[in-house]
Each structure stands twice: as structure tokens, then as C-alpha cells.
């Protein structure tokens, strides 16, 4: 299943990236096991991710908790609680 990440705000500063198109692993199938794939990567993955950082998530720009199903062809978002302009 082929995704679209997307990060906003100090997730964004972090990455050093606003998107990436990703081939997510088939064990991977929601939004909280895709954002725990993604600190797998480690460096500033697992800094930007990391669990006991707040972050908000939407999946198709609807907010979501971390059990929201993937689907082929979704954007993901992280971005923390509050976002400037």
C-alpha cells in the first residue's frame, strides 16, 4: 500500500521535509502502527515521533486517533496540538 505523509510545524523543522510518498509494509494498517514504523527509522524519526511527544494526526485531513485504518492511496498528517500560520 502506497501513502502520503505529511508534516507540519517542529515535525516539519525536525524532518527536514513538508511530504514523502511511502510504500508502507503490510504488517503495518493504522495510523499509530505507521507513526511507530516511522520512529523505527530512528535519528530524527524517532525524535520527531517519539510516543511521549503529543501529536495530533489526521488521515485523509480528518483528525484521528492512532486505531484510524490505512487505506491505499491516504495522506497522513502529524503536527503537534497547536500549529501557527
Known amino acids: 500500500m502506497n501513502i502520503t505523509l505529511r508534516f507540519f510545524a517542529s515535525v516539519r523543522e525536525?524532518?527536514?521535509?513538508s511530504?514523502?510518498?511511502?510504500a508502507v509494509p503490510a504488517q503495518v494498517s493504522t495510523v499509530g502502527e505507521l507513526r511507530a514504523f516511522l520512529i523505527g527509522r530512528g535519528g530524527a524519526w524517532a525524535e520527531a515521533l517519539a510516543e511521549g511527544r503529543s501529536?495530533?494526526?489526521?488521515?485523509?485531513?480528518i483528525?484521528?486517533?492512532a486505531d484510524a485504518a490505512l487505506t491505499d492511496?491516504?495522506?497522513v498528517a502529524f503536527f503537534p496540538p497547536v500549529t501557527g500560520g
Open 14 to 17: 525536525t524532518l527536514g521535509a
Open 55 to 61: 501529536l495530533r494526526t489526521a488521515c485523509d485531513q
Open 19 to 22: 511530504q514523502e510518498t511511502l
Open 63 to 65: 483528525m484521528c486517533k
Open 73 to 75: 492511496g491516504c495522506e
